[in-house]
């Protein structure tokens, strides 16, 4: 209001889908909100404009525990945004929490046609990386390869993918189980779901999305 600027707001599904959005328009978008591994990636590949941190009077404020990390140094290219953790989500008017306590629980036949998937391959191959006792970090082609056979044979449980409204399967009672981020679980239960939120035993996922600039803003 007080600039008059019309603010347009686009959503997406995956940062590969955001990604896309930006390397075939190019231009059109002033801020983008990527996740860690994509800061990366869009960076090394010339698509951010660098951020003059002298006119963010704020900055000083931000948690350096957030800060100058590894996926983009001095943070030259991007500012926390939010972060938050993924964990099994359970519809508890399905479900006891007792059923789960590990990401390796999903690929029990039991959840045949039951289970949601994040909507990012980034998270989804971290369970299966975990599962097989890989870094979900690793680079090598075998590991990697592995645990894509993994989620192959996970395939059969599940049900959909989403991470537009992750909480939306587990709200309509489509899910019994799933992968959820914290937030997710908090807002559904604001609107009356019964949902519970467990950490895994191992491999509890952690992230981060920051803001950015586009080069073509």
């Known amino acids: 209001k007080e600039t008059g600027i019309k603010v347009i707001y686009s959503t997406y ?3 590969e889908s955001m990604y896309a959005k930006l390397k075939t328009q190019g231009s059109g ?9 994509f800061v990366s990636k869009m960076r090394k590949e010339g698509m951010l404009q660098e951020i003059d941190k002298k006119k963010l009077s704020h900055f000083s404020d931000l948690d350096t525990n957030f800060l100058d990390k590894p996926f983009d140094p001095n943070n030259n290219y991007s500012i926390p945004y939010i972060w938050g953790a993924t964990g099994i989500g359970i519809n508890a008017d399905m479900l006891d929490k007792s059923s789960v306590s590990k990401w390796d629980d999903f690929w029990d036949s039991k959840w045949e046609g039951q289970l949601m998937l994040m909507d990012d391959s980034r ?7 975990t599962k097989l006792g ?12 592995a645990a894509y056979e993994e ?3 996970l395939m059969p449980n599940v049900l959909v993918f989403n ?11 489509e899910v019994s189980l799933g992968m959820l981020w914290n ?3 908090y807002m559904a239960r604001q609107e009356g779901a019964n949902i519970d939120i467990i950490w895994p ?17």
């Open 13 to 15: 599904e995956s940062n």
């Open 29 to 37: 978008y002033d801020l983008v909100v990527p996740s860690t591994y």
């Open 123 to 129: 998270e989804v191959f971290h369970i299966a990386l």
């Open 134 to 145: 890989y870094s979900p970090n690793t680079t090598n082609p075998d590991e990697i390869k």
């Open 151 to 153: 989620l192959k044979k």
């Open 163 to 173: 991470s537009d409204f992750p909480a939306n399967p587990y709200l309509a009672g």
């Open 183 to 185: 937030g997710s679980a």
């Open 201 to 217: 035993e191992k491999g509890t996922i952690f992230w981060m999305d920051s803001l950015a600039i586009p080069a073509g803003a």
